[in-house]
Nanobody
Framework: QVQLVESGGGLVQPGGSLRLSCAAS????????MGWYRQAPGKDRELVAA???????NYQDSVKGRFTISRDSGWKTLYLQMNIVKPEDTAVYYC????????????????WGQGALVTVSS
């Protein structure tokens, strides 16, 4: 069983910075991509940033130049560095991974974390 656990959420002032982390555990056969989604109150969940197994990255337009997605070399931890945050960045942030497990390497799964709340307010 694979689990993703986010940490690093909290309250931050507008213009400030915050770094989210996502720790992956379990027996993973391979990872195709990992990403961060967010869901603000009353809104749909949306992709914020993603990184592929080739380290290609893509970002939602509203966070380009402010947020940076990165990972450790073993794909055990995913990060989202959030700079110059705005009130509209307030949301629950979810880590996700597209992967195959060692128990069933033929099946592709999308695994989600439980979410981390980020509140941008003065």
């Amino acid at each position: 069983q694979v689990q993703l656990v986010e940490s690093g959420g909290g309250l931050v002032q507008p213009g400030g910075s915050l770094r989210l982390s996502c720790a992956a555990s379990g027996t993973i056969f391979s990872i195709n991509a990992m990403g961060w989604y967010r869901q603000a109150p009353g809104k749909d969940r949306e992709l914020v940033a993603a990184i592929t197994s080739l380290d290609n990255t893509n970002y939602q337009d509203s966070v380009k130049g402010r947020f940076t997605i990165s990972r450790d070399s073993g794909w055990k931890t995913l990060y989202l560095q959030m700079n110059i945050v705005k009130p509209e960045d307030t949301a629950v942030y979810y880590c996700t991974a597209d992967l195959r497990t060692a128990a069933d390497p033929k099946t592709f799964l999308k695994v989600w974390g439980q979410g981390a709340l980020v509140t941008v307010s003065s």
